[in-house]
């Protein structure tokens, strides 16, 4: 891996793996599950449904503040698995 190619990951990741981390935290909290349990389901809904990964756990961090995630596709995604708990998505 080149320097360059280490530096573009390495900031990719310090941006994604936080969203990750809350949307985690967020799912573990209102399903009563352990933080690999949440993570399971997030990677699961997102592979169903087509959609990154972190575009989904930022949908989830979005909706979990009471706000409606701008993208209609995750918005669906959200509604379909977690309406329950969402409602206002």
Known sequence: MHSDDFEDHLA??????????????????????APEEAFAELRRV??????????L????????????????ELRKVIWHEWSKEFPDC
């Open 12 to 33: 990719e990741t310090l941006v994604t793996r936080p969203l990750i981390e809350q949307a985690k935290g967020v799912l573990a909290t209102v399903r009563c599950a």
């Open 46 to 55: 997102a592979d169903a449904h087509e959609v990154p990964l972190t575009d």
């Open 57 to 72: 756990a930022a949908a989830v961090v979005t909706a979990a503040a009471g706000e409606t995630p701008s993208d209609p």
